[in-house]
C-alpha cells in the first residue's frame, strides 16, 4: 500500500506559478515511477510528469519547459513546479505511484488538488 496526499493547489492568474507536493507514506526511494496526472472537466486523466527511482524524467509535451518534476528522498516528497500557467492548464492534479506487485504494475493515487487558472 501506498498513501498519497497532495497540497498546493489553488487559484492563480495566467502567468503565474504554482508548487504541488506530493507526500508518501513509504520511502520513494522503493517506488520505481512517481508522477504528475491532471483531469480537466469532461476529459480523460493524462499524464503531465513522471520520474523514476533512477531520476530520469519524461513531460507530455504541452508543458514540457513549464513544469518541473522533482524528488526528495530524505523526505519522501515529489513536486511538481509549475511556471507560466495557462487557463488550459486548469484541471485537477493527482499523485501517482508505480511500483511492481506480483509482476505487474500497480498504481496508487492522491486525492486530487485543483488548479486554476484565470486568464
Known amino acids: 500500500q501506498v498513501q498519497l496526499v497532495e497540497s498546493g493547489g489553488g487559484l492563480v492568474q495566467a502567468g503565474g506559478s504554482l508548487r504541488l507536493s506530493c507526500a508518501a507514506s513509504?520511502?520513494?526511494?522503493?517506488?520505481?515511477?512517481m508522477g504528475w496526472y491532471r483531469q480537466a472537466p469532461g476529459k480523460q486523466r493524462e499524464l503531465v510528469a513522471t520520474i523514476t527511482s533512477g531520476g530520469s524524467t519524461n513531460y507530455a509535451d504541452s508543458v514540457k519547459g513549464r513544469f518541473t518534476i522533482s524528488r526528495d528522498n530524505t523526505k519522501n516528497m515529489v513536486y511538481l513546479q509549475m511556471n507560466s500557467l495557462e487557463p488550459e492548464d486548469t484541471a485537477v492534479y493527482y499523485c501517482?505511484?508505480?511500483?511492481?506487485?506480483?509482476?505487474?504494475?500497480?498504481?496508487?493515487w492522491g486525492q486530487g488538488s485543483q488548479v486554476t487558472v484565470s486568464s
Open positions: 501517482n505511484a508505480r511500483v511492481v506487485e506480483r509482476g505487474v504494475f500497480a498504481s496508487y
Open positions: 513509504r520511502t520513494i526511494s522503493s517506488i520505481n515511477v
